[in-house]
């Protein structure tokens, strides 16, 4: 987001916008969920590797028009509020943030289809996925971030959700007690959702191209 708008890009292309200033917090449980949608069954798990994967916050870092640069090797460490490599479970962002992994999901696997850095992993099986259990990291605020990832799907099953990353978790719907503030994600439909829940609002940035190996 830089000011009021939203953007959403596939591979480096911009794909959809939208506008609003609303604060998108942890109002609801905190935790930031890599590898589902943030509601813990099949269908919104991750079936795929990760890699990469950053937030950023009080900066759009510059992308503001339609296209930006998709990266041929790993972040520099530290100045973001999380950076994950892939390669173990240590947050890189220099805020000492917590990573676990739960189920099968693992980190530091070979066979890394990026061609540079580590990699996240998981089956996609319920209960598999990455937990940073710091409400301070999903707390996008009203201000100006980034999020972004390298993302391998293991298919492209256009019936199958993949859950990439989330902010709360459980079974309640949007904004309750135990419901999903923001998530992101791959739909069953074939788009790629941004959706988020703030001040009494839903929305959803959408974009129309599939995504197999590509950057967020």
Known sequence: RSGTTFRLFVSGVLEDTGTSSQDIDFSYNGLVLIG????NDAESMFSGQLAEFRILKGTDNGWTGSTIPVPTAPYPDGKTSLLLHGQDLLDYSGQGHTVTANGDASA???GNPFGFG?????PGATGDYFLVADPDVGDLGDGAFVMEARVYLD???TATTYGIAALGGGSGSWGGSTGVTWQWMR???????FQYYGA??????MAGTDIRQTEL
């Open 187 to 193: 739909h069953g439909n074939g788009n790629v959702y």
């Open 118 to 122: 580590g990699v996240f992993e998981s």
């Open 108 to 110: 530091g696997n070979s």
């Open 155 to 157: 298919t492209t099953n």
């Open 36 to 39: 589902t949608n943030g509601w």
């Open 200 to 205: 009494g609002t839903y929305r959803a940035l």
